[in-house]
């Protein structure tokens, strides 16, 4: 399954850099260093990523790369890839333009690890299907602290009196009543 970018959640992807002293191939082990990538949000400012970059695996020509999920809060991100030793692999730049969440602000009823209840969303009983598989993700000011910013892919969602999302991972934290999510 494809997952696209989700605006607000962790996005991870992968680019080879290419060999300025031949540029016809890829760098292989390309040295990263801090202040060698910086992202941009919206236009803002660039600050260096979070994470730095890694080769993977070691000594090959893969460059993982992490974008946290407060690097991820926008409608452009741009990821600036520039040598600041200036002799060793070509500037690049990654643009991502991340999907929105297709439903928001839905308040939890308690619930467990793997079960969210709510009285806050339903969907008629035709539709049900569509979340599955889609992401459910606990909102960066939600009350429990240990679930802002994390979630789970969602496997089912019933549509009784209180509508119930059960989840295929289990969460960090049991959600308290009125912490809000998204699905993506």
């Not at 893969?62 to 500037?91: P, Q, R």
């Not at 439903?103 to 209840?117: H, L, M, Y």
């Not at 939600?142 to 496997?155: P, V, W």
């Amino acid at each position: 399954m494809f997952n696209p970018p989700t605006r607000g959640l962790q996005y991870i992807f992968y680019v080879s850099l290419i060999d300025q002293a031949n540029t016809k191939v890829f760098k292989a082990n390309p040295t990263l260093a801090a202040g060698d990538v910086k992202v941009s949000i919206d236009g803002a400012a660039q600050n260096n990523i979070t994470t730095l970059p890694t080769v993977t695996p070691a000594a090959g020509k893969h460059v993982k790369v992490t974008l946290s999920a407060a690097e991820m809060l926008g409608d452009n991100i741009s990821v600036i890839f520039s040598d600041a030793a200036g002799d060793e692999w070509c500037d690049l730049q990654v643009c991502i333009q991340p999907n929105a969440a297709i439903a928001g602000g839905i308040a939890a009823a308690g619930g467990s690890t793997t079960s969210v209840p709510t009285s806050s969303f339903s969907f008629t009983t035709g539709n049900i299907d569509q979340l599955n598989g889609r992401i459910l993700i606990f909102d960066l000011n939600t009350a429990t602290a240990s679930l802002r910013g994390s979630g789970s892919a969602i496997d089912a969602h019933t549509n009784a009196a209180t509508p119930t999302f059960t989840l295929h991972d289990a969460l960090k934290a049991t959600p308290a009543a009125g912490d809000t999510f998204k699905i993506y």
